[in-house]
Structure formats: C-alpha cells, structure tokens
C-alpha cells in the first residue's frame, strides 16, 4: 500500500541551528512533492515544490531535496528561529493527468527554542 | 478578503443534529477537498470535487456527504452528527493544471459534537 512517513515525534533545536525534517515514501512514483507549513489550529501553507528531476530547492533560508531513489526528500530551515515553530508536512501527487491528487504526510513539529 | 472561507468558525451541536459546513472561494479554482484533522493528527480526506459536477468520496466519507453548489462554493453536511465527529474541519481549493497543483486551505472549522 502506499505511505507517506513523517517522524512523529516534535524536533526540538536551538534558535540558529539547522533544523532537517524528512519525508519517506513507499509505492508512489511521484512527478513532483511538496513541503507545507501548519500552525495550531489553522490551515496548512504552502511553501515550496520540488519535481522528480530536481535534486534540491531553494528558498530563503528553506531547502529541500528530493531523492527518487532513496523514496525521500529533506527540508532544511537554516538558521532557524522562534518564529519556525510549527508543524511541516509534506504531500505527493499520486495518479496521473486529470485524475492525479495530492496526498499528505502526517507531519513533523518542529519547536525552536532561544 | 480570504481567498477561502469557512463557516461557521466554530460550532457546537449535539448527537443526532444535522449541522452543514460551508466554504466559498474566489479564487476561481475548479478542484476543491474537505479534510478533517484530529489533535495531533493528519489531515484525512473527507471529499473531493474537480469541478461543479465531479464529486468523488476520500478516505473517511462515511456519516458525511456534500454538496457543490457551484464553481465557488462546496458545502459538508453531517447527516446525523457523533461526538467522534468532533474535529477541526479544512477546506482547500488547488490551482490544478493539467500537471500539477498547490493546494489553498481556508481558516478552518472548529467543531464539537456533544
């Protein structure tokens, strides 16, 4: 069956470290993932997409790599703040064409601490 | 103004009621979902419409159905409400291609079923 795994448990890091959040996934050959932003109680934020032949992404201070062969893409925030804290998902397009959807991960919480 | 909107914010019914949740957008998206999230929790897909009239079921469709009103507006009901229907309700809209899509989620609906 198809997943998309997220750590469950928070990711706590110092405020100006750099923060790795990882995203695995079985059975999906996606074209393209991305990495969305959530904090409690609102909805999720979409921050950066990455396609299958792109091997990393840059944003600010945010990064994310796509491995197609490992099944796994990484998002780095750098030089991470207070302001960071929150929930990261990461989502993958399954299907194809007109048919094809996103599907989310569960999550990570990432906290910054000063 | 919002791109999408929920209401209501919050709501409070008890077992058996039948309560609708609305959400319109103007950001003249064709694809819209409703997805409920548990504390703690990802989000799991309720239902989904590509356009006003393609409405598909999600992951957890039982004891809920929905309504796509037109282009903007896509209405979920819950028949006959249960407490382990207490959750925080999301609606989002994509900007869907023909090759890929972001997703635009409105505030939410924070809903408690007594």
């Known amino acids: 069956s198809q997943k998309i795994e997220q750590n469950s448990e928070a990711l706590n890091i110092q405020e100006g470290k750099t923060a790795t959040l990882t995203c695995n996934y079985t059975n999906y050959s996606p074209a393209y993932l991305q990495w969305y932003r959530q904090d409690p109680g609102r909805g999720p934020v979409f921050l950066l997409l990455i396609r299958e032949n792109e091997k990393e992404k840059r944003k600010e201070r945010l990064k994310v790599t796509f491995d197609t062969t490992l099944k796994q893409s990484l998002f780095h925030i750098t030089a991470s703040q207070p302001a960071d804290s929150a929930t990261y998902l990461c989502a993958l397009i399954s299907g194809s064409g007109t048919a094809s959807k996103l599907t989310f991960g569960t999550g990570t919480r990432l906290q910054v601490t000063l | 103004d919002a791109d999408v909107t929920q209401t209501p914010r919050n709501r409070i019914t008890k077992t058996g009621k039948r309560i609708m949740l609305e959400c319109s957008q103007t950001k003249g998206h064709d694809r819209m979902y409703w997805y409920r999230q548990d504390p703690g929790l990802g989000l799991q897909l309720i239902y989904y419409s590509f356009d006003v009239k393609d409405i598909n079921k999600g992951e957890i469709s039982d004891g809920y159905s929905v309504s796509r009103q037109a282009q903007a507006k896509f209405s979920l009901s819950l028949e006959s409400a249960i407490p382990n229907q207490t959750a925080l309700y999301f609606c989002?809209?994509?900007?869907?291609?023909?090759?890929?899509?972001?997703?635009?989620f409105g505030p939410g609906t924070r809903l408690l079923v007594l």
């Open positions: 989002a809209t994509s900007d869907f291609n023909g090759f890929q899509e972001t997703q635009y």
